[in-house]
């Protein structure tokens, strides 16, 4: 009986390996919808305590250093545009839309960090790299351009960060049937000048303790070991 019950464990692990390579990743538009499908969440970074810079534009290609990711971006061709964190007056001062009275991450054609004359170009291609692979993230986004869209790529799917106002504060969730260790936003439209851009507050749920892991794993196990001597 021994060999059967391995056999069916090593059947249904592949059957998950195969489940697992047509994963897919839900988009949610709302925090408390992204909520109630994960759970609590902590904040993964915030730009202003832990780990992390002050405020100040970043050096392109380099990899930039938080609490729980890092971030790097680069430059689209013929682009000069800044990334960096900043404070909520240089954004609003940039023809930005500040999200909250706190330090953001930033990015556009208007210089935030020295306010001289706008940059050239389209939008950089910011990659976030996660310390430690997620299922779920979210973050609240500041759209303050009428003309311009921004993309999230992950995992192959790339998704739209857009909605029914043409400029907007708003949040945007992902959760994914598999890990994801990274991300890149891009421009995806551009009509003009690009307007200063913002991101903060970026969250993930929650992990469960290791324990209700393998209490959750173990329960599992049984309920499939049932079914199997039914048969």
């Known amino acids: 009986m021994k060999p059967q019950i391995l056999c069916f464990v090593a059947a249904m692990a592949i059957g998950t390996s195969a489940n697992t390579a047509l994963a897919a990743t839900t988009q949610y538009f709302d925090f408390a919808t992204f ?22 534009p970043f050096s392109a290609g380099v990899p930039v250093a938080f609490d729980e990711l890092s971030i790097t971006y680069n430059d689209a061709p013929s682009s000069l545009q800044t990334v960096g964190v900043a404070t909520p007056a240089q954004i609003d001062a940039a023809s930005g839309t500040s ?92 009509g003009g000048i690009t307007e200063t851009f913002a991101l903060d507050n970026i969250v993930a749920p929650i992990p469960l303790p290791a324990s209700i892991v393998l209490l959750l794993a173990g329960l599992g196990g049984l309920g499939s070991l049932r079914r199997f001597k039914r048969s």
């Open 35 to 56: 909520t109630s499908a994960v759970g609590p969440v902590k904040v993964l970074e915030d730009f202003d305590t832990g780990v992390g810079p002050a405020p100040g």
């Open 99 to 190: 999200i909250n009275a706190t330090n953001q991450l930033s990015w556009g054609e208007e210089d935030q960090f020295s306010l001289g004359s706008p940059f050239d170009g389209d939008g950089p291609a910011i990659t976030f790299t996660f310390d430690t692979a997620l299922t779920a993230f979210g973050f609240d986004f500041s759209d303050s351009d009428s003309t311009d869209t921004y993309e999230i790529t992950l995992g192959g799917e790339t998704f739209l960060l857009d909605n029914a106002s043409s400029t907007f504060i708003g949040f945007f969730g992902f959760v994914s049937d598999v890990a994801i260790s990274s991300f890149v936003l891009t421009q995806a439209t551009t």
